[in-house]
């Protein structure tokens, strides 16, 4: 009888400590669960920053068409993002989680968004810190639920960034490029001065610009801005040519023609 009763006593305290050993983990877990939820909720605020950014961008015309690609493109992975995150969440309900589940919401996410943009492996290989790691199976539910979402949350955070840098990156490498020429005036009469100033790019000599303005070579000044005076005379609609050269980012050589009218009156 004592044997059976020093096996029982062992037994129970046995129990007793596993129990322990289980609460403690579910109590490391709950840490772990309110930081992540902590975490995504400033990630998300974060994205916002950089989709609100690009919105800004489609309103001034220095980024052009590219501002409107890379906005669509973010529209995109903000809705994909949405998508998933709503699909994970829904693996919350009873007998709707297994790792494999999670697993396919991960790699559906990566091969959705680069359906968007096919350079986006950088951003993944740069940012994906275990991104497709076997989660634990050890570890809960909720844990995994809230860790799988942390993940997603960085990549839109780190991918909305890199299209909203994008958008940017007109500034630096003339990838698009705006010949301007103007006019102080259309009509004048015989003895004004006819004014005209042309630029190209993003007003930057980096470009090498050589503008060439009624057959004479102008020089750029420190903005890289061209201004050409003349006095007028005669009567009637006159053109003025206008040539524009520039060095692209690839070093390539390129070109603008341009004319301008004006009028004399008598």
């Known amino acids: 009888m004592k044997f059976h009763t020093i096996l029982l006593l062992g037994f129970i305290l046995s129990s007793y400590s596993c129990e322990n050993d289980v ?48 906005n669509t493109k973010a529209l995109k992975l903000k809705s994909l993002t949405k998508d998933i995150i709503d699909q994970v969440d ?45 989660p634990d199976s050890d570890l809960s539910q909720a844990f995994v639920i809230e860790k799988i979402k942390n993940d997603i949350l960085l990549l839109e955070s780190d991918w909305s960034n890199y299209f909203n840098n994008k958008t940017a990156m007109i500034i630096e490498d003339f990838t ?15 003895g004004d001065t006819l004014e005209i100033t042309t630029a190209v790019g993003a007003f930057s000599l980096a470009t ?8 004479k070579d102008v020089k750029p000044d420190v903005s890289a801005t061209a201004k050409y005076s003349l006095k007028v005379s005669g009567n009637g609609r006159k053109t003025i040519p206008v040539k524009i050269f520039y060095t692209s980012n690839d070093g390539s050589k390129s070109s603008k023609e341009l004319s301008l009218d004006y009028y004399v009156d008598q």
């Not at 009873?94 to 951003?123: C, G, M, P, Q």
């Not at 090498?208 to 057959?215: H, M, Q, V, Y």
């Open 23 to 70: 609460k403690e983990i579910s109590s490391s877990e709950q840490i772990s669960i309110s930081s992540f939820r902590k975490s995504n909720a400033a990630i998300v605020k974060l994205s916002s920053k950089n989709y609100a950014s690009l919105q800004d961008r489609l309103r001034e015309e220095i980024y052009g068409q590219r501002a409107t690609l890379c």
């Open 208 to 215: 090498d610009p050589t503008f060439i303005i009624n057959g």
């Open 176 to 190: 698009v490029f705006s010949s301007i020429a103007c006019q102080n005036a259309k009509h004048l009469k015989s």
């Open 90 to 134: 829904e693996l919350n309900k009873r007998n709707h989680f297994s790792i494999d589940k999670i697993n396919f919401l991960k790699n559906k996410y990566i091969a959705e968004i680069k359906l968007i943009d096919s350079t986006v492996n950088k951003v993944l290989n740069e940012s994906n810190n275990g991104f497709f790691a076997e």
